[in-house]
């Protein structure tokens, strides 16, 4: 049974480009959380979606940060027109039911490594 | 979601038991006591979770005070792979955030051998 996918690993970007990362969660779930994780520094949530709905984007930047978890296909972290800040390693994780309610554990994939020049 | 204290650092050696302390004093009776582990460029790792009473599971055991303002991750036999950052969350089943874990910045264990 595959764990959380997670592609690339490592991602090297310029300022002002784009960045996709992409998240294919455990076989049978259907729920997936996005954190980030500065050098250093503990996991910081960003997003919560289930197939095709936003749930939870508190911790998501305003702008040039976007989420989604299609019907079909990973869910993908998108982020526009990068600055060196952005710079940070990024997780997502799966639950097979809305982790909260159930007290199920999140697994969590290994993470991308997003590097800005 | 109520905070944890946990110590910055911790070190044991291989083969011997190792108590990872957490302070809640804020605990909240729907808090449940959930700890991860993640080992270095990896992602987090789910360990054991319990919400009064001490739980046991193949990785470790959750020994929790009466009072609930406290608990402690037990590794019976630290391996060298056991070398990791050790989270203590505290997840509210009631109301509160929609299910992403708030972590603080662990305890970093090293393991000598």
């Known amino acids: 049974n595959a764990g959380v996918m997670q592609n690339p690993r490592h991602l090297v970007r310029r300022r002002g480009q784009e960045a996709r990362l992409r998240c294919s969660p455990m076989?049978?779930?259907?729920?997936v959380y996005w954190y980030r994780q500065l050098p250093e520094e503990g996991l910081k949530f960003m997003v919560y979606?289930?197939?095709?709905?936003?749930?939870?984007e508190s911790g998501m930047p305003k702008e040039r940060f976007s989420a989604e978890f299609p019907k079909e296909g990973p869910s993908i972290l998108r982020i526009q027109q990068v600055v060196r800040g952005d710079s940070a390693a990024y997780f997502c994780?799966?639950?097979?039911?809305?982790?909260?309610?159930?007290?199920?554990?999140?697994?969590f994939g290994d993470g991308t490594r997003l590097s800005i020049l | 979601d109520a905070k944890t204290t946990q110590p910055n650092s911790m070190e044991s050696n291989e083969e011997e038991p190792v108590h990872l302390p957490c302070n809640h004093s804020?605990?909240?009776?729907?808090?449940?006591i959930h700890w991860y582990r993640q080992l270095p460029s990896q992602g987090p790792e789910y360990v054991i979770h319990?919400?009064?009473s001490n739980v046991n599971n193949r990785m470790a055991s959750l020994a929790i005070a009466e009072d609930r303002k406290s608990s402690t991750l037990i590794l019976h036999r630290a391996t060298l792979r056991d070398a990791a950052v050790y989270y203590c969350?505290?997840?509210?089943?009631?109301?509160?955030?929609?299910?992403?874990?708030?972590f603080g910045k662990g305890t970093k264990l090293s393991v000598k051998p």
């Open positions: 994780a799966s639950s097979p039911t809305g982790s909260l309610l159930s007290n199920q554990p999140q697994h």
């Open positions: 076989k049978g779930h259907s729920h």
């Open positions: 979606l289930q197939k095709e709905n936003i749930i939870d």
């Open positions: 804020t605990i909240s009776g729907t808090d449940y």
């Open positions: 319990g919400l009064t």
């Open positions: 969350i505290l997840r509210d089943n009631y109301g509160g955030s929609q299910g992403n874990l708030i």
